[in-house]
């Protein structure tokens, strides 16, 4: 905490009242003065001046609560900021902190100068504490949900991380939702329309499967946390069901979400916006049997028995799998290899960490007699020696060589790595 109220106190002492000059010692000091007026009780109207620090100490407050703080882990930036700006024009006259007639007739230069408490760190704990009451107020429990197409099967759960992947008629799963206080009962999941009978984000969209996750935190928060938690199942489903090569369409992934409130939160709007397209539109459908079901649910319960060090490198890879899915030509190929990079690689010795790591997999023969051209390849396009994959001087010889598309290869090299992540750093760790 200390380190925050740190933060508070700097910023309070580069907040002024009054115009900033811009200059100090000759030298220029200030990026911008601006202005910023607003009101508060009593609707007094009163302006204040911001500079370049000004907003880079409410950034670096954001990350510290954002990051030190579990209680704000699923807030987002820019409402953390906001909030702490509001919160000083909130609380600027209360006597207890400020003196409100140097605040309110610019007595001072600063709003530091105006504090009525004079142990600093007081003032800075009192300000934190303020600024802490109004995050919590913007957080709130919500079940966000995704649709994608050419994708079904039988509805599951997977506890450690609160996804509920459930089929559209399936109304027993569905009623769960509602037991658990999301407001799913003003929604049809089968029509994808409100029950009063507005459209909603889902509304017309050709869907069987409904991807669903509970997350607490702000909105963009809330919308954030869900993505990544989707980016990597749709990895994970994709690496640990047998490989076949899908085509995708021209057709637009959908890229639309939808937050179910809670009946614990305050806010109880359901809200719709982008969330990014999380899975391609294939040109053929993919169903989830029994079997499918209990291999993910083993590799979630695996990654869950890992350190934090090496679930953060398999969730990294599977993030950067999601995006070489939903990417293509370079920019696939790279993103696939940035994934195998995130799983294995070690600063220094990239090449050599990744070519040892991929010794480990299962059928590693088969790997180890490509990974030195597909890593050739990948040089040859992030150093621009060639403008597309068929471009590379070796692009024939490999062709040729391994009766294999080297941008296939390294999608099925990149998931067979995932699948058999969590098994391979169990082994690593006897």
Not at 287 to 296: K, L, M, P, T
Not at 411 to 422: C, G, N, Q, T, V
Request: aromatic content about 14%; hydrophobic content about 35%; charged content about 25%.
């Amino acid at each position: 905490m200390k380190k925050i109220i740190g933060q508070i106190i700097a910023l309070t002492k580069n907040i002024y009242l009054n115009s900033p000059d811009g200059t100090q010692n000759g030298m220029e000091q200030f990026f911008v003065g601006k202005r910023d007026p607003f009101q508060f009780s009593g609707g007094i109207g009163i302006s204040w001046w911001y500079t370049k620090f000004t907003y880079k100490t409410v950034e670096n407050l954001s990350f510290l609560i954002n990051s030190d703080l579990k209680e704000f882990s699923g807030c987002d930036h820019e409402t953390i900021q906001s909030v702490i700006r509001d919160t000083l024009h909130e609380i600027c006259v209360d006597r207890n902190i400020f003196n409100g007639d140097l605040v309110c007739f610019c007595g001072k230069d600063t709003i530091f100068e105006c504090r009525s408490e004079t142990d600093a760190n007081k003032f800075g704990g009192y300000i934190l504490d303020a600024v802490l009451e109004n995050i919590r107020k913007s957080i709130s429990l919500r079940c966000v949900i995704y649709s994608a197409p050419r994708i079904t099967g039988k509805s599951f759960t997977i506890d450690s991380e609160k996804i509920h992947v459930i089929h559209k008629s399936d109304s027993e799963k569905w009623s769960e939702l509602v037991e658990l206080g999301y407001y799913f009962r003003e929604w049809d999941p089968v029509t994808g329309n409100f029950i009063d009978g507005h459209n909603s984000a889902f509304s017309g969209k050709d869907y069987d499967y409904v991807f669903a996750t509970e997350t607490e935190g702000t909105n963009q928060g809330n919308k954030f946390t869900a993505s990544l938690k989707f980016r990597k199942l749709f990895s994970v489903i994709s690496a640990l069901i047998e490989y076949k090569y899908r085509f995708k369409v021209m057709a637009r992934p959908y890229s639309m979400c939808m937050q179910i409130p809670h009946e614990k939160s305050q806010d109880k709007s359901f809200t719709q916006n982008e969330i990014g397209e999380l899975y391609p539109y294939y040109g053929s459908d993919l169903e989830i049997n029994d079997e499918h079901i209990s291999r993910i649910r083993q590799w979630y319960r695996e990654e869950q028995e890992l350190t934090d060090e090496q679930r953060n490198r398999i969730e990294k890879c599977a993030h950067f799998i999601n995006k070489g899915m939903n990417s293509s030509d370079i920019e696939s190929y790279i993103h696939y290899f940035v994934a195998l990079d995130a799983l294995y690689g070690k600063i220094g010795s990239v090449s050599k960490s990744i070519e040892q790591g991929v010794s480990c997999l299962p059928d590693s023969s088969h790997w180890n007699k490509k990974i030195s051209w597909l890593f050739d390849l990948r040089n040859e396009l992030v150093h621009g020696g060639s403008r597309y994959i068929e471009e590379w001087p070796k692009y024939m010889r490999y062709y040729r060589h391994f009766s294999a598309e080297p941008a296939r290869d390294i999608e099925k090299l990149a998931l067979h790595a995932l699948a058999s992540a969590p098994s391979l750093f169990h082994e690593s760790n006897k």
